[in-house]
């Protein structure tokens, strides 16, 4: 008996000590199509405007040129029962000229963002954009992404994230829809 309470004992240690050091990571993606009636270097050139996206994309705060394709992007997250937080996305730019637009963190962050908009030449006039977004949060503990994550759970809140990324995806592609077309 005693064995077994010592196996029961050491199990338990094990087990909260690789729970102290394991991380809380929650993530989404979502990809979503949209196409407007202008040329392909048109359409592309507006996406590389970092103005639209804290002007058109909900709670995104700011995104801030730093020069040499890299800018920061901040975005707002609203948890209940929880103050306003703030993430902060360092970016960089890899263009190809009028088919791709891909604006990607460095994957060892803990704060994870890559935004890929695909450019298709459908006609002279019309322009297809395949758009995919993918946020990736790690923290060390999930009470350092809100104090019920723990019990929530990754799966659950990463659901509930690529739904919300769902619903800004569209009001953005929405937003800019009608400016795209005011520019032009």
Known sequence: MKIIKVILFLSLINLLTNAAFANFTISAEVEQSASF??????VHDYF???NIYPKYFPDMVSVTDDGNNKSEWTYK???PLSPTWDITFDEKENDSPNSQLVFE???NNNNYLYCRA????ISET????DITIKVTL???KASDIHFLAGIM???LISEKMKSKLEDDLQTFIGNISGDIYKKN
Do not use: A, P
């Open 138 to 140: 790690t923290r060390e």
């Open 37 to 42: 009636n202008i040329n392909q270097k048109t």
């Open 77 to 79: 997250v609203d948890y």
């Open 126 to 129: 019309q322009t297809g954009v």
């Open 105 to 107: 963190s460095d994957k």
């Open 153 to 155: 759970g990754e799966k």
């Open 48 to 50: 590389l405007n970092l």
């Open 118 to 121: 695909v450019f298709k030449n």
